[in-house]
């Protein structure tokens, strides 16, 4: 069994996933997303270390995986998706996770089929395989997608951070 | 007298400072730079909480300063730099510092008085005005830059990003 975090960072809101996995079987254990908009903008940052600090110490996750950089045109967009990032990787570094990352397409092709998935179909497919019911948030939901990304290709050579403590 | 730990983070470099103001006269207490490129990119990012994580504990400083972001037209530049600056904004807010940011042209015309000033104008001024011997490191000098604009602008309502814990 393995327990894994799954953080799709994003300039405005956040998701984070915890499942469990062993073989092809996957247990849902959390899901949830975080804005990051706003005036006090390095407080809301820091709450995404500390949302993530706490999740960690709660679920005691063994891996953890993010979304590989989606790359905007925009340099502003970039820079806070940046700053997110940077305090999510923060928070999984501390606790001494080595972190994996995987393309959006990656993500989509795994739990969808195919790369070119929409939001919708990832939303859907997440829900049955974790079956939970009811619509899930749209970057939580992409979390989750990740979370189970990583538990299929944790054992291949796929980008990987390699954070140590 | 406040003391003061300034970062200008960078996505290669990240320069440090601390240093004690009291009305116009200004004390050293630390400079440096980390570099944050290369394979392990996650872990050297990390290295930047870290640091000022240890730096804060070590000096206790009461009040922070960043530079403001330089606009990158390169998205990856400011995905990098974005990064650089989330860690840092992170373990300035872990210690509940408040954190000013001071754009670079200001730190330029408050150290130099021209806000066209090159670096080896600031490099040299900040050494001038603490009485630092020898080159200081480019980043490192624009640390103890801004750590000083804030030190001048600090009561001024400019930019402070309010970070509080």
Redesign the interface.
């Known amino acids: 069994m393995v327990r894994i975090i799954a953080i799709d960072p994003g300039s405005v809101v956040t998701g984070v996933a915890v499942i469990e996995a062993e073989r092809q079987r996957y247990r849902h254990l959390y899901h949830g997303h975080l804005r990051v908009k706003g005036?006090?903008?390095?407080?809301r940052?820091?709450c995404i270390?500390r949302e993530i600090s706490g999740l960690t110490a709660e679920y005691q996750p063994h891996e953890a995986a993010i979304e590989e950089?989606f790359?905007?045109?925009?340099?502003?967009?970039?820079?806070?998706?940046?700053?997110?990032?940077?305090?999510?990787?923060?928070?999984l570094?501390?606790q001494g996770l080595p972190?994996s990352e995987y393309p959006a397409r990656l993500v989509k092709k795994t739990v969808v089929g195919t790369g070119a998935a929409d939001k919708s179909q990832v939303q859907h497919m997440v829900g049955a395989m974790l079956g939970l019911q009811g619509k899930i948030q749209a970057d939580a939901a992409d979390a989750l997608g990740i979370a189970i990304c990583h538990a299929i290709h944790r054992n291949s050579p796929i980008h990987r951070?390699?954070?140590?403590k």
Chains 1, 2 share one sequence.
């Open positions: 005036d006090a903008w390095s407080e940052l820091y270390f950089v790359m905007s045109k925009n340099a502003m967009s970039a820079l806070k998706l940046g700053q997110a990032r940077g305090a999510a990787i923060c928070a570094a501390e972190v951070l390699g954070v140590k």
